[in-house]
Nanobody
Framework: EVQLVESGGGLVQAGGSLRLSCAGS??????????IGWYRQAPGKEREVVSC????????YYVDSVKGRFTISSDNAKNTVFLQMNDLKPEDTAVYYC???????????????????????WGKGILVTVSS
């Protein structure tokens, strides 16, 4: 059974940093063409894509609003994907979800599923709150 567990959220002041982790089980990220996506949903808003990374070629994608501030990476030995979030802003406040796209995956620098419709498995989410 595939499971995704997010950790690392919390409360931080504007300008601060957090690192989210997405630990996967029930699959081996590096073994095939998987992708992990990070999504977020703020209160009263639609879920939106934040970033993705593919296991086969390490392609990454970032939504414009986080470019230059967030970095996605993977530790294949730990089957874990990270989202380093720097220079956080109050508008980054949301529940963050990681999600798995099974092979074949389609993470590219120019596009990823904006609302997560192509994702196959989801974590339960973790709250990130950025105070001003």
């Amino acid at each position: 059974e595939v499971q995704l567990v997010e950790s690392g959220g919390g409360l931080v002041q504007a300008g601060g940093s957090l690192r989210l982790s997405c630990a996967g089980s029930g699959f081996t990220f590096a073994s095939d063409d998987y992708a992990i996506g990070w999504y977020r949903q703020a209160p009263g808003k639609e879920r939106e894509v934040v970033s993705c990374i593919s296991s086969s070629d390490n392609e990454t994608y970032y939504v414009d609003s986080v470019k230059g501030r967030f970095t996605i990476s993977s530790d294949n030995a730990k089957n874990t994907v990270f989202l380093q979030m720097n220079d956080l802003k109050p508008e980054d406040t949301a529940v963050y979800y990681c999600a798995l796209e099974v092979p074949p995956s389609y993470c590219s620098p120019t596009y990823y599923y904006p609302r997560g419709t192509g994702m196959d498995h989801w974590g339960k989410g973790i709250l990130v709150t950025v105070s001003s």
